[in-house]
């Protein structure tokens, strides 16, 4: 199971960015899926997340300016980032709950992580 991410770079403040996270391989079944961020010298910090269902939450600092949603037929997730500002400067990691087969339980899988720069 893989989770490859693409859609970072260098961006002014103010503008948009959307990231984009697929999940290929053998799998059964994805619940949750979120996508976390890593400044640097700073803990990995949860951004936003989205059930199977669709339910979402999202960190207090990105309220109102990133929207995160998934398409379960396509097994991937986005985050459209707007309104950058330079402290959203990190990289940016998608997560997943995978489920390999029937009777296995959900195990946490991460994609490489894609860079994102706000430039002020």
């Known amino acids: 199971v893989q989770l490859q991410a693409c859609g970072g770079g260098l961006v002014q403040a103010g503008g948009s960015l959307r990231l984009s996270c697929a999940a290929s391989?053998?799998?059964?079944?994805?619940?949750?899926m979120a996508w976390y961020r890593q400044a640097p010298g700073e803990k990995r910090e949860l951004v936003a997340a989205?059930?199977?269902?669709?339910?979402?939450n999202y960190a207090d600092s990105v309220k109102g300016r990133f929207t995160i949603s998934r398409d379960n037929a396509q097994n991937t997730v986005y985050l459209q980032m707007d309104r950058l500002k330079p402290e959203d400067t990190a990289v940016y990691y998608c997560?997943?709950?995978?489920?390999?087969?029937?009777?296995?339980?959900?195990?946490?899988?991460w994609g490489q992580g894609t860079l994102v720069t706000v430039s002020s």
């Open positions: 997560y997943a709950g995978i489920k390999r087969g029937m009777y296995t339980r959900y195990d946490s899988e």
């Open positions: 391989g053998s799998f059964f079944d994805i619940n949750n």
């Open positions: 989205i059930s199977q269902g669709g339910g979402t």
